[in-house]
T-cell receptor, first 113, second 112 residues
Framework: ETGVTQTPRHLVMGMTNKKSLKCEQH?????MYWYKQSAKKPLELMFV???????ENNSVPSRFSPECPNSSHLFLHLHTLQPEDSALYLC????????????FGEGSRLTVL | QQQVKQSPQSLIVQKGGISIINCAYE??????FPWYQQFPGKGPALLIA?????SEKKEGRFTISFNKSAKQFSLHIMDSQPGDSATYFC???????????FGTGTRLTVIP
């Protein structure tokens, strides 16, 4: 496997469910990111991890909980979401944090019923 | 407040034509301006980038024009092809920041 891999690609959940999104990067990068992509809006940075330490938390509601167990894996734990949280969630990596070139995964399409 | 403003929202171009997408910014601390290309079902991928010490950068059919005094930059796609049909995002970044500020995207359709 190469690049950035995200699972699942599609997820439908109720407002009371708990689920997790997974991201794995095979590029040897030190920084990983979660972005939210909604139609007609800019990509919205949610979290940044550098060497497994969270360095940015962009005012994201606590119903989204990130976890970075090592520099290759990143999770986004979801609980009691709202319908407006339905979006494409993109994981990205870069060689270090603060570097402009991001390598994105294909995203996890989340639908909250 | 949106850091990077992008236009148009959508663009339809005939094969062989020139596609032009424009972006504007306010923050003069920005020192890196990339363009990302996203195909349906895929994540964005870096297409081309420029730093403000040059006014133009060309890679194949893709050119970034940069106007520092106007705080604007644009992507030109020469000889547009149907395979260029995708959504294009401009972005801006300053050295040391953890965030890359994206525009809202332009959906380009190239008609055969």
């Amino acid at each position: 496997e190469t690049g950035v891999t995200q699972t699942p690609r599609h997820l439908v959940m109720g407002m009371t469910n708990k689920k997790s999104l997974k991201c794995e990067q095979h590029l040897g990068h030190n920084a990983m990111y979660w972005y939210k992509q909604s139609a007609k809006k800019p990509l919205e940075l949610m979290f940044v991890y550098s060497l497994e330490e969270r360095v940015e938390n962009n005012s994201v509601p606590s119903r989204f909980s990130p976890e970075c167990p090592n520099s290759s894996h990143l999770f986004l734990h979801l609980h009691t979401l709202q319908p407006e949280d339905s979006a494409l969630y993109l994981c990205a990596s870069s060689r270090t944090s603060g570097v402009g070139e991001l390598f994105f995964g294909e995203g996890s399409r989340l639908t909250v019923l | 407040q949106q850091q990077v403003k992008q236009s148009p929202q959508s663009l339809i171009v005939q094969k062989g034509g020139i596609s032009i997408i424009n972006c504007a910014y306010e923050n003069t601390a920005f020192d890196y301006f990339p363009w990302y290309q996203q195909f349906p079902g895929k994540g964005p991928a870096l297409l081309i980038a420029i730093r403000p010490d040059v006014s133009e950068k060309k890679e194949g059919r893709f050119t970034i024009s940069f106007n520092k005094s106007a705080k604007q930059f644009s992507l030109h796609i020469m000889d547009s092809q149907p395979g260029d049909s995708a959504t294009y995002f401009c972005a801006a970044h300053w050295t040391g920041a953890n965030n890359l500020f994206f525009g809202t995207g332009t959906r380009l359709t190239v008609i055969p």
